[in-house]
């Protein structure tokens, strides 16, 4: 079974090498095969036709090296063949191509490029002795050939300067409408070319590979072969490049003498070339990702600075010592969360807080409307800071924001007394009497121990405060007090 399967195979592969050998029939789907003349640009050493490569101003031809002898009027012939135009540039199309049948090699050679498609030049164009068929598959409108579409299919006889052309298109059978074609689009292009000798009659009929034939012909145009040809004919291709180029492939050719040549079998016609990698949308990636980052980090390098930002002046620079930054407290306080309240004030919310050395920390936040006077608050604040009695509730320092002082305080463990009294008393009356002690000797130490005299001006149970061993310390001076009214001493 399987060697009967075999040698049907072996016998149609011998029947398609006898047609492809005859004169007069024939189908090439690999090019290498083909009994093919090139020159100029074109090759077939991937097994397709290419016409065209990326040298500017050039032309390519290749046609089939056996002429095909032209017997009398009533000469036919039928091809059927498959293109693509693959333009290097997005804003322009290239040159184009063209079907040709002429009487001699050495002629065509003088084909000029550019706009004469490796087909004519200034000296011959338009001369009944070229004896040239041409079907122009044309990419590019030019002055030359009097055209005006950069997307057309002409008949030519003789000269560039088509008989007849129509811009590109095919009619769709099932829709019974033209349905428009761009040539150099990338895509494979089927065309039909038909000359019945009994009528005279030249047909051209496109459409895309996977279409069927269209009833319609693009073109049909009577014309007397019999004017136009000698004894012997080539049947081949051009092509040219001008300033800007395109890649011309055929994909695939039947060509038939006196009957229909045969219809080419799809799933035989090469693809394109895969084309280069094209890194462009790559890089475009790559691009916006790192634009993104840039601007995700740029909103979040302002945020951040825009949350940390304080205000500070040059006259601050001796106080440096005793300055925090935002960012050291915002840090500490965990963002001064609600939960680290530990109390609240007229003045502002007070937090706790642990710096990064593990100290921990009291931070008062009182807002105020004006900068006036705040040079005066904070020379003070470094003087208090400089006050040091173990019944004193260490200042360590100070923050400013805009409209915003956050002061600097050691943490008391045991909070304030007016806590310990008024919520559930546990205080003995030994203790008790030692935290006046306490407070009268800083109170001493106040007003006659240290050079100024400092004015506490705010004594009361919830301004002692009591650390560990239930010591009580005086804190929170007046001045925020001041801070909110103008100073009045
Ligand atoms: C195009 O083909 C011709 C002929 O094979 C060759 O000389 C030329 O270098 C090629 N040009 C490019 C740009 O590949
Ligand atoms: C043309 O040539 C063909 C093939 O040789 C022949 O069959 C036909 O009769 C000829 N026709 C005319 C009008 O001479
Ligand atoms: C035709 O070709 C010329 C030169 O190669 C080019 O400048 C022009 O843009 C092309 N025209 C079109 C419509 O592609
Ligand atoms: C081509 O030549 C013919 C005469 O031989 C003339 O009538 C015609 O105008 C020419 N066409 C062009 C485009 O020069
Ligand atoms: C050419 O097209 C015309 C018009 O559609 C049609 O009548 C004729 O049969 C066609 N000839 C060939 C050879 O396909
Ligand atoms: C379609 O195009 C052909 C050839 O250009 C033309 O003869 C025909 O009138 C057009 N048909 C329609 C429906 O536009």
Known sequence: MAGAILWMLASVHAISMVLAQDGNQFVHYDFRKADLYVD?????????????NSSKRATG????????????????????????????????????MAFVVFPSIVDLRYGAATSYLGLFNRGNDNKTENHI?????????????????DNHVGIDV??????????????????????????????????????????????????????????????SRSIDLSKIFKEQMFFGFAGSTGTIRSHQYI??????????????????????????????????????VVAFLII?????????????????????LQYSPQRFSFRALYKATRGFKENRVLGAGGFGKVYRGELLDGTRIAVKRVSHGAEQGMQ???????????????????????????????????????????????DGDNLSWSQRVHIVKGVSSCLHYLHEGWGKVVLHRDIKASNILLDEDLNGKLGDFMIVARLLKPRVL
């Open 158 to 219: 003789n000269s560039i300067v088509s008989v007849e052309s129509k811009d590109a298109s095919y009619f769709d059978d099932t829709l019974g409408m033209n349905r428009s074609l761009v040539l150099a689009s990338k895509q494979r292009i089927r065309i039909w070319i038909e000359y019945d000798g009994e009528n005279r009659l030249l047909n051209v009929t496109l459409a895309p590979l996977e279409t069927p034939k269209p009833r319609l012909p693009l073109l």
């Open 40 to 52: 100029g640009m074109a090759s077939t050493k991937d097994g397709r036709l290419k016409l065209t």
């Open 376 to 422: 005066e608050y904070v020379a003070e604040i470094a003087t208090m800071g400089r006050l040091a009695h173990r019944n004193l509730v260490q200042l360590r320092g100070y923050c400013r924001r805009k409209g915003e002082l956050l002061l600097v305080y050691e943490y008391m463990v045991n909070g304030s007394l007016a806590d310990r009294l008024f």
């Open 251 to 288: 994909l695939g050719w039947s060509l038939a003498i006196g009957g229909k040549a045969q219809s080419l079998d799809i799933s035989q016609v090469m693809d394109l070339p895969r084309p280069p990698p094209d890194h462009l949308p790559l890089i475009l990636a790559v691009a916006s």
């Open 296 to 316: 995700a980090g740029g909103i979040v390098y302002l945020y951040q600075r825009n949350r940390y930002s304080e205000v500070f002046e040059q006259w601050e």
């Open 133 to 149: 068929l041409a079907v122009e598959l044309d990419t590019n409108a030019s002055s030359e050939a009097l055209e005006e579409s």
């Open 61 to 96: 031809h290749a046609f089939h090296k056996t002429p095909i002898a032209f017997v009398n009027s009533s000469f036919s012939f039928s091809t059927e063949f498959v293109f693509a135009i693959v333009p290097e540039e997005r804003t322009s199309y290239g040159q184009g």
